[in-house]
Nanobody
């Protein structure tokens, strides 16, 4: 069982930045990882995903140019750098991983999930 632990959430003013980190316990290396977010009463929403070697990266349209996903395989960690944050980015962010090298925007394609970290952007 792969464990994912997110850190880095918090409260920030609009226009500010946060960096989320997700450390995993997987012993295998070839898998894609991503970030989703979910607000109360809404469906889980894709944010970004990255292949094992960073060769393919996907972003949801509303975060393109503001968020950057990256990973450091030596540290078993994936990051989400969030800049120019907006109040509508406020929600819980989840780290996820799948048993495949292929990135995907569909949440049901991912096998492992973290517990989530709250991001709150004040106006």
């Amino acid at each position: 069982q792969v464990q994912l632990v997110e850190t880095g959430g918090g409260l920030v003013q609009a226009g500010g930045s946060l960096r989320l980190s997700c450390t995993h316990s997987a012993t295998f290396g070839l898998f894609a990882m991503g970030w989703f977010r979910k607000a109360p009463g809404k469906e889980r929403e894709f944010v970004a995903a990255i292949t094992w070697n960073g060769g393919n990266i996907l972003y949801e349209d509303s975060v393109k140019g503001r968020f950057t996903i990256s990973r450091d395989n030596a540290k078993n960690t994936v990051y989400l750098q969030m800049n120019s944050l907006k109040p509508e980015d406020t929600t819980v962010y989840y780290c996820t991983a799948k048993d495949s090298v292929v990135v995907d925007v569909r949440s049901h394609e991912y096998t492992y999930w973290g517990q989530g970290t709250q991001v709150t952007v004040s106006s």
